[in-house]
């Protein structure tokens, strides 16, 4: 049988009521109780990294998640881990680009309800995620309500509904139903081949665990005020702008394009995505995508916010040369993109 190691964060999915709102308390070990046939399929140990609600989550915390995975790479054939929903995605994404060459599964998981709750969809969760761990595949990805997801592809759509995660302009990676794991046609191409892209050189398993803090998310709003923008060139080496639908922003009033341009001269990564979840951006079509085109603006296709978020926090703190991250940026890795 595998061996499969089981990492908690703590997350709803460990979490009590202590009388101020749910916290989490619980362990592995008590996770565990709630599965027990799951020794059947596998040999499961266990390791708590952390116990923390997931808003409280950060790149360093994300960065210790990643080193015990590391640290643990050759003793196990896949991992397990238990997380959060709100930045569960984040998580998901980051460890795509830190943990390269994965030769195998990284799994997600959480819950909307706590395990020890009525109703709750944890058991199955749990469940699910380490069926999928057992799986002969590769790579990070979150699992929750019966579907697997590509890690780069994850996202919260839903604050309380089971059906909480959504993979974002890619398809299903599998269904999987008790102890069947049926892989949709794309997802069987992805998960039964190796994912990762080596930047590298070698073709084993790479970890590369810096995330570069220096990032502003920034959403486009009409008015916005051109100042933020000279308070990003001062404080922040990168920056993720949600533009408006297929990659607008604003050229007449406070000028902001010209205020992005600043910040590419000043040699700040500027990386353009798009509020609508769907579809990405394309700067070709309109005159002001054009004009931010030329000006060494990051493209971020169709990827989600999360991983575009992530992707530049690693890549800030992997590469010096604006070019570079640039070209890292725009480069799909681990399926992060389509375009």
């Not at 990643?66 to 994404?93: E, L």
Request: with cysteine; hydrophobic share 40%; proline share 3%.
């Amino acid at each position: 049988m595998k061996k499969i190691l089981l990492l908690t964060t703590g997350g709803t999915i460990a979490s009590s009521d202590t009388g101020s709102g749910l916290m989490p308390v619980a362990g592995a070990d008590r996770l565990l109780n709630y599965v027990p046939d799951i020794n059947k399929i596998c040999n499961l140990y266990t390791m708590s990294v952390m116990n923390i609600d997931s808003t409280n989550m950060t790149p360093e915390l994300i960065m210790k998640l990643a080193q015990a995975v590391s640290d643990n790479y050759d003793k196990y054939d896949g991992f397990v881990i238990t997380h959060g929903t709100d930045t569960m995605a984040y998580s998901a994404a980051a460890l795509s680009y830190m943990l390269q060459n994965l030769g195998k599964p990284v799994v997600f998981t959480g819950s909307q309800l706590p395990i020890e709750a009525e109703g709750t969809d944890a058991i199955n969760n749990l469940s699910d995620a380490i069926y999928f761990a057992c799986e002969n595949i590769c790579g990070v990805y979150v699992v929750f309500n019966g579907i697997a997801i590509i890690g780069t592809h994850a996202m919260k759509i839903k604050t309380r509904s089971f059906d909480a995660f959504e993979s974002v302009n890619c398809p299903d990676i599998a269904t999987i139903k008790k102890d069947i794991i049926e892989y949709t046609a794309k997802g069987k191409s992805i998960a039964k081949k190796e994912a990762a892209q080596n930047l590298y050189g070698s073709k084993g398993f790479i970890a590369k665990i810096n995330l570069c803090t220096d990032v502003m998310p920034l959403k486009m709003y009409p008015g916005i005020d051109g100042r933020v923008f000279d308070f990003i060139k001062n404080n922040y080496r990168g920056v993720v702008i949600e533009s408006f639908g297929i990659g607008g922003v604003p050229d007449n009033y406070n000028d902001i394009s010209t205020k992005l341009r600043e910040l590419t001269e000043a040699g700040t990564a500027v990386a353009i995505t798009t509020q609508c979840m769907y579809e990405g951006i394309d700067l070709s079509v309109y005159e002001v995508g054009q004009t931010l085109a030329k000006q060494g603006i990051i493209n971020c296709a169709d990827m989600t916010f999360e991983a575009s978020v992530m992707k530049l926090m690693w890549a800030l703190a992997e590469f010096d040369n604006i070019k570079d991250i640039k070209a890292f940026m725009e480069k799909p890795y681990f399926y992060d993109k389509s375009y």
